[in-house]
């Protein structure tokens, strides 16, 4: 099943970084509704005629506000603040809230632990090239 928290309705996945609390969805409820950064904002054509901005991810009273529906904002998330934050630019705000890391994967996170080396608890970019290289015999291909 697809996340909804997404604004721009791809459904990304959330994940944790604790390989035991990967299928686990962290509560949006604990992050306030807000987007600044404004990433994957939609354009829609304001009452003036001129182009305006939204996210499925802000206040949903600024959302509706804006022509949304407050069906498509149920249960988004600002994707930018937390995939900065992954990268060390996450925000800190005056109330003192610190914008947490956001990881997030595909279709395919259930599958991750087949990277894992086995007995090792993390993998590397090595650990997957190694597998990709296996034929599905669990063989190494030929020449790599």
């Known amino acids: ?3 909804r928290r997404s ?7 959330v994940a944790t970084a604790r390989p035991r609390d990967w299928l686990r969805p962290r509560p949006a409820a604990q992050r306030p509704r807000r987007c600044d950064l404004g990433y994957l904002r939609e ?17 949903v009273d600024d959302y509706v506000r804006k ?3 407050p069906s498509e904002a149920e249960g988004r ?16 705000r005056r109330d ?14 259930v599958d991750v632990a087949r990277f894992v080396p086995e007995g090792a608890r993390t993998y590397t970019a090595a650990d997957v090239i ?3 290289l296996q034929d599905p015999g669990g063989r190494q291909t030929p020449g790599a």
């Open 130 to 132: 190694d597998h990709l």
């Open 96 to 109: 003192g809230y610190v914008e947490p890391a956001l990881i997030t994967a595909g279709d395919g996170l």
């Open 67 to 69: 022509g949304g529906s």
């Open 43 to 59: 354009a829609y054509r304001r009452p003036d005629g001129k182009v305006g901005y939204r996210c499925a991810a802000e206040p």
């Open 1 to 3: 099943m697809r996340s």
């Open 77 to 92: 998330q600002c994707l930018g603040n937390g995939l900065l934050a992954t990268i060390g630019f996450g925000q800190t």
């Open 7 to 13: 604004p721009d309705r791809s459904g990304w996945r």
